[in-house]
DNA sequence: TTGACATATTCCCATATAGGAATATATATT
DNA sequence: AATATATATTCCTATATGGGAATATGTCAA
């Protein structure tokens, strides 16, 4: 098997860096395709398909407007990425953990690999 | 040019939905390749792959115990994905986002695409 | 209708993938 | 040393990708 489609769902669309540019600039405020050529400084094909990544996934949502294409970041598509970062949060923000991990660090510094 | 890496970042490596299950069951405790294993119900080399993706990225540790290797989430590589999407957190936790957007689904119930 | 503008689609290609099967490596046990 | 156990690596293949280039589609203006 080969690997996941990119728009097989929230996960994959966004692991390209571009994808992810796109939607924190679409986060505020709708935007035609110009603007987003303009500003990430793509070729406008390549802008094109990367939304239409984006908007099978949900990640984006569209409206015409004359002969613009109005974009806007569906920030809802992104909760379940939210969601599951979240679980682990607290490893990071407890402290316990980090005094935890430095006992644990003394007895794996032999072992680590690369 | 193709795909990037799923070793490239975190947010490649854990676009694949088998990884994210691996993370989640490394959460809490130590485990040897084994467990991982009997517990996803996936082939020994597939585990072994996965677990090198997440290794490379630095979402897991490893130590060895024996002939077993111990391996173990570091969440704190998890972060910089928290980080991104929290920025999108408010979006669907304030109220006022939610009006405004069942204000503008009014107008868009014509122009939505697919 | 013709032309300009905005966006989408198609064709091209090198590249990495995930899984399966088989095998290699490493460590422990006897 | 020989064998068993635990894990890693290699070889294979179908498949989708992202960018570039070229072109198609759609919409407005005159």
Redesign the interface.
């Known amino acids: 098997m080969a ?2 489609r ?1 728009t097989s769902d929230a ?2 669309a ?4 571009r994808r ?1 540019e796109i ?2 600039y679409l ?1 505020l405020t709708e935007r035609p395709v110009g603007d987003i050529v303009a500003s990430l400084g793509l070729e406008q094909p390549s802008v094109s398909k990367h939304l239409g990544v984006l ?2 996934v949900g990640l984006v ?4 407007h004359g002969r613009h294409m109005l974009y806007r ?1 569906n ?2 598509a ?2 379940p ?2 969601e ?6 607290h ?2 923000t407890h402290q316990l ?1 980090r005094v935890q991990e430095r006992a644990e660090a003394k ?2 510094e032999r ?4």
Chains 1, 2 share one sequence.
């Open positions: 690997r996941a990119t996960f994959n966004v692991a390209e860096p992810r939607l924190n986060a908007r099978r949502r569209v409206r015409r970041t920030a809802e992104i909760r990425l939210h599951w970062t979240k679980e682990f949060e490893f990071w953990t007895s794996k072992t680590s690999t690369e």
